[in-house]
């Protein structure tokens, strides 16, 4: 169930505003306090993940709710450009909220049964693109500034753990590092010089398990198709290392742990959208 929900510079709620929300939630306050502002944010995010055309990255108008344009939500006279919400949910594991939200078996959850999922956290932030030719469109079909998924798991035996992914647009003129990689890309790669668009940053449990089998790994993008590039140390310019672009794709797990070097081209498996790494493999392998 849901049990946080967050809003910012959204209508009247021009500040950061997180509410906890229980099995029964009563919103109560004067006119134009903010409740069904604060409503409007749900339907929104249920009308987005329900819509059929995945391309749509916010859907202001649909189903649940018209909402009109991006300049009709973001809160008047405020300077911040993105639009803020999220929320948490956690499992429900005790049978009185199953029975008052109408559920009448437990759910299941697949994975490691040692590690029990506390919660689980998304944030998204959208904008519009003022500047550009796609400014009409972007004002009815905002685009994704960024977006956070994190999961609390409760390993008896280690305490909690926090895992999460931030995906965040960026500019790669002004990032030197990209710039090198974007130059190795070959021209018929277009999904891989895309994905160097995006920063991805993800916590070091995670960075480690994939550092495992490659030990240099760095998150450079993020794709929603899977695709694997391999670059020459000369093209990409690096000095006694083959440098290696792969990616995520749906699965679960590395397909080709362990390369020998100096053949590193691998894809790494994850579910969702697709993480483009890069990797100095050592001469020794």
Known sequence: MI???????????????ELELAPLTVFTGANSSGKSTFLQTILLVAQTLAHKVSSRSVVLNGAFTRLGQFDDLRSVDSTADQIVIGWTCQPLHDAQSRRVL????????????????????????????????????????????????SALTRDPEGGDRRSFMTIRRTSISNDTSKQKWMDACDSDEPRARASLQYD??????????IREDFV???????SNRPLAVSCSSNGCGTSGAQAVTSTASNGARLSQPKLPSPARNATLEMPSSSILIR?????SG
């Not at 991805?200 to 398990?209: M, P, Q």
């Not at 240099?216 to 993020?222: F, K, R, T």
């Open 102 to 149: 109408g559920l009448r078996s437990s759910p299941f959850y697949y994975g490691r049964s040692r590690h029990a999922l506390s919660s689980v956290s998304c944030e998204i932030a959208f904008d519009t693109d003022d500047s550009g030719a796609q400014k009409e469109i972007t004002q009815i079909q905002p685009r994704l500034f960024s977006s956070q998924l």
């Open 216 to 222: 240099s790994a760095v998150p450079m993008g993020i």
């Open 200 to 209: 991805v940053e993800c916590d070091e449990g995670s960075l480690a398990d």
């Open 3 to 17: 049990t946080k929900w967050k809003v910012f510079n959204f209508k009247s709620i021009q500040k950061e505003t």
């Open 279 to 283: 990797a100095a493999a050592a001469s």
